[in-house]
């Protein structure tokens, strides 16, 4: 009966610790999370509380050693950007006509967009292609 209680509060450490990963997006804590999994392995196992506290310790300080720098550097890369700053400097099609009002439309992956040229005095007709310079709200400004 002490096994069951002891992994069933190692799964409830890890849960609570899962908690804050979630809402802070701290990778810290789901490796703590981890690391109180791996605790209530050794408890099932039949391990001691000694035995289930240094598993938890070296896994979690493991992860936090080799996997966390892995993380952070990946997550620190310039070319990996998301939303509108992912489409500047991409090319797409024109639909109709762009020139300097707001009135064109492009493809631009994969998406309907409206769209103006970044000179006031540039046309672009259907089918070109055009490189995307800003995303001003909702309208595409190309070249």
């Keep these: 009966m002490d096994r069951v209680d002891a992994w069933v509060w190692w799964l409830i450490a890890a849960v ?6 979630v809402i802070t997006a701290m990778p810290e804590f789901g490796m703590f999370a981890v690391g109180a999994v791996a605790g209530a392995v050794t408890a099932g196992l039949g391990g001691g509380i000694v035995a ?4 938890f310790v070296v896994v979690s300080v493991a992860l936090l050693v080799f996997v966390r720098p892995l993380a952070y550097r990946n997550r620190q890369r310039p070319e990996q950007r998301s939303g509108i700053e992912a489409l ?3 090319q797409a099609v024109v639909l109709e006509r762009v020139d300097g009002g707001a009135s064109g439309r492009i493809k631009l992956a994969g998406e309907i967009w ?3 040229s970044l000179e006031s005095g ?8 055009v490189d995307v310079v800003e ?5 595409a400004v190309v070249m």
Excluded: E, N, Y
Excluded at 122 to 129: C, K, L
């Design 16 to 21: 609570g610790l899962g908690i804050p990963l």
């Design 52 to 55: 289930q506290v240094i598993v």
């Design 88 to 90: 500047k400097g991409k």
């Design 114 to 116: 409206s769209a103006r």
């Design 122 to 129: 540039r046309v672009f007709d259907p089918g070109q292609h």
């Design 135 to 139: 995303i001003d709200g909702a309208t």
